[in-house]
């Protein structure tokens, strides 16, 4: 009967919409979220990058996985390293950034020449349930790119910190035109 073709016909329509949105790090619109805990977070000097581009912001987040250190290098920029000696979660904050400003971010950590590399972590979102920023409960870990330390041979000298702050920034950082 023709009621049936009809609703067949929907049905097969319906198929072909989009799956609803799975947790994954990049979409096929150029969508990318990104996990940052260093210069790129809000307030320190290379966010400037982000908020050109109009990443959005999804809120603050922490590393699912306790396998990490944050390392201090000598221009007052942070590293994680993965490690198994006093190993830590990472805490940072995670955008929604599109190709183009991936680009940007991987030019400016350098992945071409290994200075860190992007790879892709899981986060827990830990902002407050029901405030601005915070997703729902149901999708509170997240897939995200992050930047790491590519393997270096100075990685045991350097300091470990807890969380790479204003304070230490403001007393460390030395932009990247002013390093000898
Ligand atoms: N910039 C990147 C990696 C370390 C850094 O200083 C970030 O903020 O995540």
Known sequence: PRGRAVAS?????????????????????????????GTLKRGLHNHVLLERARASFV?????????F???????GYPYVVKTTTNARA????VYVVDDDTLE????????????????SVEV??????????TPAAETTALEA?????????DLERLPRIDAYDKRIHDEMYVPKHLRG
């Open 59 to 67: 809120g603050s987040a922490r590393t699912t996985r306790t396998s």
């Open 145 to 153: 790119f992050w930047y790491l330390a590519g393997s270096r041979d």
């Open 104 to 119: 940007r971010l991987d030019a400016l950590e350098e992945i071409a020449t290994g200075m860190y590399s992007r790879e």
């Open 9 to 37: 016909l929907a049905d097969a329509t319906m198929s072909l919409s989009p799956p609803s949105p799975s947790p994954s790090t990049s979409h096929a619109d150029g969508a990318h979220r990104v996990f940052v805990y």
């Open 90 to 93: 990472i805490d940072g904050e």
């Open 124 to 133: 827990t979102m830990t902002g407050t349930p029901g405030t601005p920023g």
């Open 69 to 75: 250190a944050m390392l201090l290098a000598d221009a």
